[in-house]
């Protein structure tokens, strides 16, 4: 079951990840898309929409630091393991709060709003569904181990993230996982679950990027006067007959 969970289910998730977006790329260009709802409504979305990305950005950050920069690093750059924990717990907590609450509000806009309630998609409520699971468990962990430290404090840098490491380098070592709490363990398991989703859902978007905008032509727009100005004909219907 270790064997199962934590090299199968991952390396099975992570060919669906990136198949799945090439396949999305090559026969659905139309759809990549974060089929945005603005028209629709405007005043939730200025407040959630910020608080949802920004969150995300710090939620996504602080895991690539505690998952990819080993401990002897941090150490070697003068980061001590209390203030890696201060930092890690407090970026943390408000990163994931910022993030939840943002969440909350885009949710009650989409099931409040009639018309955005009608562009949701099955795969849109399934979506959020595991990244709202997500967050929580994160947030729990973080309570729960660093704050209360329930059940013993647990040092995922030497655990989850070397696994994680090992993950990456085709090497995993399941056994680190199956001695993971079981908040982590759901943790991971709801994440790579969401990204196996990723390709199917409006999250594509995070992958594009508006370079165009730097290179394409200006696009000028004019207003029509109507009264000609000095030496100037006045401008006639296409239709006119000439002559």
Same mark, same amino acid.
């Given at each position: 079951?270790?064997?199962?969970?934590?090299?199968?289910?991952?390396?099975?998730?992570?060919?669906?990840?990136?198949?799945?977006?090439?396949?999305?790329?090559?026969? *659905?260009?139309?759809?990549?898309?974060?089929?945005?709802?603005? @028209?629709?409504?405007?005043?939730?979305?200025?407040?959630?929409?910020?608080?949802?990305?920004? $969150?995300?950005?710090?939620?996504?950050?602080?895991?690539?630091?505690?998952?990819?920069?080993?401990?002897?690093?941090?150490?070697?750059?003068?980061?001590? *393991?209390?203030?890696?924990?201060?930092?890690?717990?407090?970026? $943390?907590?408000?990163?994931?709060?910022?993030?939840?609450?943002?969440?909350?509000?885009?949710?009650?806009?989409?099931?409040?709003?009639?018309?955005?309630?009608?562009?949701?998609?099955?795969?849109?409520?399934?979506?959020?569904?595991?990244?709202?699971?997500?967050?929580? @468990? +994160?947030?729990?962990?973080?309570?729960?181990?660093?704050? =209360? !430290?329930? $059940? +013993?404090?647990?040092?995922?840098?030497?655990?989850? !993230?070397?696994?994680?490491?090992?993950?990456?380098?085709?090497?995993? *070592?399941?056994?680190?996982?199956?001695?993971?709490?079981?908040?982590?363990?759901?943790?991971? @398991?709801?994440? =790579?679950?969401?990204?196996?989703?990723?390709?199917?859902?409006?999250?594509?978007?995070?992958?594009?990027?508006?370079?165009?905008?730097?290179?394409?032509?200006?696009?000028?727009?004019?207003?029509?006067?109507?009264?000609? +100005?000095?030496?100037?004909?006045?401008?006639?219907?296409?239709?006119?007959?000439? $002559?």
């Amino acid at each position: 079951m270790s064997t199962f969970l934590w090299v199968i289910v991952p390396y099975l998730c992570l060919a669906v990840f990136v198949v799945g977006h090439l396949w999305r790329y090559r026969y *659905d260009k139309f759809g990549w898309t974060t089929r945005s709802s603005q @028209l629709y409504e405007n005043k939730l979305l200025r407040l959630g929409s910020p608080l949802f990305h920004f $969150g995300m950005l710090g939620v996504v950050g602080g895991h690539v630091i505690g998952l990819l920069v080993p401990r002897s690093w941090t150490e070697a750059v003068g980061i001590g *393991d209390h203030l890696y924990h201060y930092a890690a717990v407090g970026g $943390g907590l408000v990163a994931g709060v910022m993030a939840l609450v943002g969440m909350g509000i885009l949710v009650y806009r989409r099931r409040t709003v009639g018309p955005v309630f009608s562009a949701t998609t099955p795969m849109d409520k399934v979506m959020y569904a595991f990244l709202g699971a997500a967050i929580l @468990l +994160g947030m729990w962990n973080t309570i729960a181990g660093s704050v =209360f !430290s329930l $059940g +013993g404090e647990y040092n995922y840098r030497e655990g989850v !993230s070397v696994w994680y490491r090992s993950f990456l380098a085709f090497q995993p *070592d399941a056994d680190l996982m199956a001695r993971a709490p079981i908040g982590f363990q759901l943790h991971a @398991l709801v994440a =790579f679950g969401l990204f196996a989703l990723w390709p199917f859902t409006r999250l594509v978007h995070v992958f594009s990027a508006p370079v165009g905008y730097l290179t394409r032509p200006y696009i000028v727009y004019r207003s029509r006067d109507s009264r000609p +100005g000095p030496g100037s004909t006045p401008s006639r219907r296409g239709w006119d007959r000439v $002559g």
